[in-house]
């Protein structure tokens, strides 16, 4: 089998970049490891900066999503017994987020792809891409028991952290640039109507709570806990008490303590390799950077990756010109490195190190202070959360 452009992963990157591709009339496969049940159940983002929900409109995906999503205008910060709303349309000029999870926004992009779109093939796992120097680059897949070949005129990696494209880049050429944080969130899916119609990020002693949503009768709640946690550590009672705590009181309603139906432990990380590109080989979404969730730019990052790289493939198919594919690595980590420094800045004001000294407690205090008396520092963070406009 031949394509233009070979996608390694079906997550919101592969199957996004597949869909844009296919509206600008370039074919390309997709291949994914895993199972569709999987891949539409996976529990991850929740929120859609306006240039995600833009692009995803752009690509034909928003009709669900304008009929079930939640548009927020804001969020509530949590702080030493005070609680104080930012105003994202005040703040950046009109822009604002939308609640819309991951698995929606899979479920639409798999759901077209299959009705109109080039292959998507499940359980078709790679195990190499080769030749990223050379015109033909190859990438060897395992699909219904047998070893096959697809080879490809690009590549694009869109396997996620432990993907296998990232390998094209040979060892000499790749930079890897990580920190590790010493503490995780547990998160939990819960049958319980929001705390409030926004969601509240909340420091405390504890540790950082946060409560999120993915209706208006579903909650999404976390709560940092220590490296290594067990979720079997935490009781569903244990997890509401803890939650009662470090939320506080603020704006909104009591917590109200419903089902839970998920709970798992996940680690924060900040790492990036550079480059972006090698070769005919490119990387976009997880497959070459990881923010720690507090600033939900994970799957949005991903997003603008990819419509950067569908940019540039269609600006190739039309002009023959590969100047915005030669532009991409650079380009695109310049917006990666904005979103490392707002999530590494919202995580370490926001948690409670285990080792934290009472200094640095003031410190976060004081950040979160100047957040809510100073318009201007308050417009930064909602320019970074509500996201920076997509430029070319
Ligand atoms: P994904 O979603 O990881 O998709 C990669 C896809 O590639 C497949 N794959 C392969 N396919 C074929 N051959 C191989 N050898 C393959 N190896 C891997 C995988 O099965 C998968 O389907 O990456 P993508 O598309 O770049 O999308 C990025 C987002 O998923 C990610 O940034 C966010 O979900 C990050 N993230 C969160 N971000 C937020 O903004 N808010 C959150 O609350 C939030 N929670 C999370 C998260 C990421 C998590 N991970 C990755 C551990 C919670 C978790 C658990
Ligand atoms: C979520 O709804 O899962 C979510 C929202 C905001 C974050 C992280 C996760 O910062």
Redo the contacts with the bound molecule.
């Keep these: 089998m031949h394509t233009t452009v070979g996608i390694?992963?079906?997550?919101?990157?592969?199957?996004?970049l597949a869909r844009l591709l296919h509206r600008a009339g370039v074919d390309s496969v997709v291949?994914?490891?895993?199972g569709r049940s999987?891949?539409e159940q996976?529990?991850?983002?929740?929120?859609l900066e306006q240039g995600t929900v833009d692009i995803l409109r752009a690509a034909g995906a928003g009709e669900r999503m304008g009929r079930e999503g939640m548009p927020h205008d804001g969020i509530e910060l949590r702080f030493d017994g005070r609680a104080h709303r930012l105003d994202f349309p005040a703040l950046t000029g009109g822009r604002r987020v939308m609640v819309y999870a991951?698995t929606e926004v899979?479920k639409d992009l798999v759901e077209l792809q299959l009705a109109d779109g080039g292959p998507l093939l499940f359980e078709?796992?790679?195990?190499a891409v080769t030749g990223a120097d050379t015109g033909r680059p190859t990438v060897t897949?395992r699909h219904e028991g047998r070893e096959q070949t697809l080879t490809c005129d690009y590549v694009v990696g869109?396997?996620?952290?432990?993907?296998?494209?990232r390998l094209a880049v040979p060892e000499p050429v790749r930079t890897t640039y990580e920190r590790t944080y010493p503490y995780s969130?547990l998160?939990i899916l819960a049958d319980a109507r929001p705390v409030h119609d926004e969601l509240v990020y909340a420091h405390h002693d504890r540790g950082f709570a946060l409560a999120?949503m993915r209706s208006p009768t579903v909650s999404?709640l976390?709560l940092q806990v220590p490296n290594g946690t067990d979720p079997a550590d935490w009781s569903d009672t244990r997890i509401w008490d803890e939650l009662d705590t470090r939320l506080g009181t603020g704006t909104g309603r009591k917590l109200e303590r419903g089902a839970v139906t998920a709970k798992?432990v996940?680690?924060m990380r900040s790492w990036v390799t550079e480059p972006m590109r090698y070769g005919r080989v490119f990387l976009?979404?997880?497959?070459?950077h990881?923010?720690p969730?507090t600033?939900?730019?994970?799957?949005?990052?991903?997003v603008a990756?990819v419509a950067r790289l569908a940019a540039a493939f269609t600006q190739l198919h039309t002009t023959g010109s590969d100047a915005l594919l030669d532009a991409y690595s650079d380009a695109a980590l310049r917006r990666v490195w904005r979103a490392e420094h707002f999530s590494y800045f919202m995580t370490t004001t926001l948690h409670t190190d285990p080792e934290q000294s009472p200094f640095l407690t003031r410190l976060q205090l004081s950040q979160l202070d100047r957040i809510a008396s100073s318009p201007h520092a308050a417009a930064e963070l909602a320019a970074n959360y509500a996201g920076l406009p997509f430029e070319e």
Excluded: M
């Excluded at 291949?31 to 895993?34: C, D, T």
């Excluded at 869109?158 to 494209?165: I, K, L, P, Q, R």
């Excluded at 600033?295 to 991903?302: D, E, Q, S, T, Y």
């Design positions: 390694i992963g079906g997550g919101p990157a592969g199957l996004l291949l994914e490891s895993r999987y891949v996976r529990q991850r983002a929740g929120i991951q899979v078709a796992e790679v195990t897949y869109c396997d996620g952290f432990h993907g296998v494209t969130w998160g999120s999404r976390y798992s996940l680690p976009a979404g997880d497959a070459a990881i923010v969730p600033g939900a730019k994970g799957l949005n990052l991903a990756d």
